[in-house]
């Protein structure tokens, strides 16, 4: 029972500690190995969708096919497809968007649906004129995406689903809230501690290159600790297995098979619902495959487009 006593203490000791520094102490700034660098240097735009600004990249001939590309929970546009983008730019109109509350688009407060995000990316691309494009979302991404494809089919050709689920969390479902409680109580004090902890992960899985940690990191802090959560609380909330069969687009399903993050076993039954999906596995792949095995995914990408051609 002491030792349980001293441990509480020492616990509690920690987290003053801890309030103590963020609240009172300085900005130290952080120090790194080698040069660093932008890993992609494309300016964008902002559009408007109402009275809402959403920014936008834009990458490849204006005339050419277009692919956009709908970005996941945590990462923006920039941050999630900075490889892909690269691969995809000498044959394709590479379309970029950041969604709300990411990114350099509108911080937007209060609760939201999948659904709006859906229709706030039917906006963006209205204004920038993609007219019918083949239509990428990883993760949360491909929760818009299925979104886009049934509320705005004139807007979609095809539709690649990567690392996402009709239904994302079918398992402990009343954790997930509480969980979400609590690291947003964290970032609303500092966002210092998870994106260290991220970079660190996205390093060691070599999702990004040295040179790359501090624009990563900068990024990873630049994010409200409560809007953030409201992105996974619409996530939660997602469920398209009553209509995900109804969708006329061609669709793909990407699995990465050693996900963390989105089970494989939802990913899976994404693949099984969807009319007539083309499968594609990632054996060994983590969440993090869309920055780790960028070849795969372009060459999904090329591969739907062509058939899209025809």
């Known amino acids: 029972m002491n030792t349980l006593r001293r441990i509480g203490r020492l616990a509690g000791g920690v987290v003053v500690a801890w309030l103590a520094w963020r609240v009172l102490g300085p900005e130290v700034p952080r120090r790194y190995r ?30 050419a096919p277009p692919v956009v590309l709908v970005h996941g929970w945590s990462l923006d546009g920039e941050m999630t497809y900075f490889g892909l983008v690269d691969a995809l730019r000498d044959r394709y109109r590479v379309v970029v968007p950041d969604l709300r509350n990411h990114g350099k688009s509108d911080w937007i407060r209060g609760r939201y649906d999948v659904a709006d995000l859906a229709d706030e990316l039917a906006g963006i691309l209205d204004a920038v004129g993609t007219g019918r494009a083949l239509v ?14 049934r509320r705005h089919p004139r807007l979609v050709g095809a539709i690649v689903l990567a690392a996402t689920a009709a239904r994302p969390v079918p398992l402990r479902r009343p954790l997930v809230p509480v969980g979400f409680w609590l690291a947003r109580a964290v970032a609303r004090i500092s966002t210092r501690e998870a994106a260290t902890i991220t970079t660190r992960i996205l390093r060691r899985t070599g999702s990004i290159e ?12 630049r994010r409200d600790g409560s809007l953030f959560y409201l992105a996974g609380s619409a996530a939660f909330r997602f469920d398209a297995r009553p209509w995900i ?31 007539d ?34």
């Open 34 to 63: 080698g040069p660093q660098r932008r890993p992609l240097r494309i300016p964008g735009r902002t559009v408007f969708v109402g009275d809402r600004e959403f920014f936008v990249r834009e990458a490849g001939p204006v005339g």
């Open 136 to 149: 990428m979302g990883y993760s949360l991404g491909g929760m818009v995406a299925m979104e886009l494809a």
């Open 210 to 221: 040295p040179s790359n940690e501090r624009w990563m990191y900068e990024a990873l802090t």
């Open 245 to 275: 069969g109804s969708i006329d687009a061609p669709v793909t399903v990407v699995i990465a098979t050693r996900d963390q993050l989105v089970p494989v076993t939802a990913q899976e039954e994404l693949a099984e619902l969807a009319k």
């Open 277 to 310: 999906a083309e499968v594609v596995r990632l054996p060994g792949a983590g969440h993090e495959s869309i920055l780790t095995c960028v070849g795969d995914y372009a060459g999904v990408i090329r591969r739907v487009a062509s058939r899209m051609a025809h």
